[in-house]
């Protein structure tokens, strides 16, 4: 285990994550998975999304935790350092103890630079996840721009119809297919495929955990938040919770969305929004995916102005 005790701590091999967002939209402009734009903003390269390492995580927690890893398993993440294509990631579980629930996760580039830290658990203890332990020491903003529209409680205009098929293209914040993801994924599982699903322990192909991530974001335009913009924005914090899983290919699902927190730092506005997905036939609450997207303030044209207006109307 290069150095690392296997009793303590487990790791996968390096991988090579793709980046798949490149041709990325959203509200008329290219995201900062496109390179130009992520230039422009001062990174050194269009980041691949948060979420991608989320595989690299499943084959050592199936080990830790065994079956209930698919069924009641969350995976939850504060994101640390963007990660471009070409740079190797490694994934890390601490062995839980004591017949604990909850463990620690992290991930790291080849050059020891963090990527990700979190924990992983299953059930539905009181264990508190990463998130909950980070939303917990959060102050309430004072001031926002690009959020002010936002209060916490809100919830999406409407429900949201979605499904995920192996050659759907999911439109134009994931503009590839399930099988495109398949053919790139750093962790790649018979049951995840049309071939193979029959085989796994469901009897039915299972969606993979990163590839939630979009079944749950790829409608989010038809929550109408009102948001201000364009600006730019990306993931800080993710976090991904089955209750009745795994999430299943050609499920049909329906989902509700709510801010449970808004936030800020010197160069982002953060808007934490819960998305609850049921069962759209049974309407059975099946995960919970907590997602805060990062606004860069300095992406939007209007900030300066805005803060300024704002400061003299609340002075």
Not at 145 to 151: A, G, H, P
């Amino acid at each position: 285990m290069n150095g690392f005790d296997s009793k303590l701590v487990i790791c996968g091999d390096y991988r090579h994550p793709r980046q798949m967002l490149n041709d990325q939209t959203y509200d008329g402009h290219v995201s900062i998975h496109d390179d130009k734009m992520a230039e422009d903003l001062g990174f050194t390269g269009a980041p691949i999304e948060g979420p991608t390492h989320f595989s690299q995580f499943v084959p050592l927690l199936a080990e830790v935790f065994g079956q209930a890893w698919f069924e009641t398993g969350c995976i939850s993440s504060h994101y640390l350092n963007m990660v471009v294509e070409g740079e190797e990631v490694r994934a890390f579980v601490e062995r839980p103890v004591g017949g604990a629930t909850i463990t620690r996760i992290w991930a790291e580039k080849r050059d020891g630079t963090p990527v990700l830290a979190g924990t992983a658990s299953v059930g539905s203890g009181d264990e508190l996840s990463e998130l909950d332990q980070r939303r917990a020491k959060l102050k309430p903003s004072e001031q926002l721009v690009i959020l002010s529209e936002l209060s916490v409680g809100m919830t999406g205009k409407q429900d949201e119809l979605v499904q995920m098929d192996f050659d759907q293209n999911m439109g134009d914040l994931y503009p590839f297919s399930l099988n495109d993801k398949l053919r790139g994924i750093t962790e790649l599982s018979s049951w995840y495929t049309r071939e193979g699903g029959h085989t796994s322990p469901w009897g039915r192909a299972i969606i993979p955990l990163e590839m939630i991530s979009v079944l749950t974001q790829y409608s989010s335009r038809e929550a109408e938040f009102p948001i201000k913009g364009p600006a730019v924005g990306l993931f800080a914090d993710q976090e991904i919770k089955l209750i009745n899983g795994p999430l299943f290919v050609g499920q049909a699902y329906r989902l509700q969305r709510e801010v449970v927190c808004l936030s800020e730092s010197r160069r982002v506005e953060s808007n934490w929004v819960m998305t609850s997905v049921y069962d759209a036939e049974s309407g059975k609450l099946v995960a919970e995916c907590l997602l805060n997207s990062a606004t860069l303030k300095d992406s939007y044209a209007k900030y300066a102005e805005e803060a300024e207006k704002l400061g003299k109307s609340l002075a």
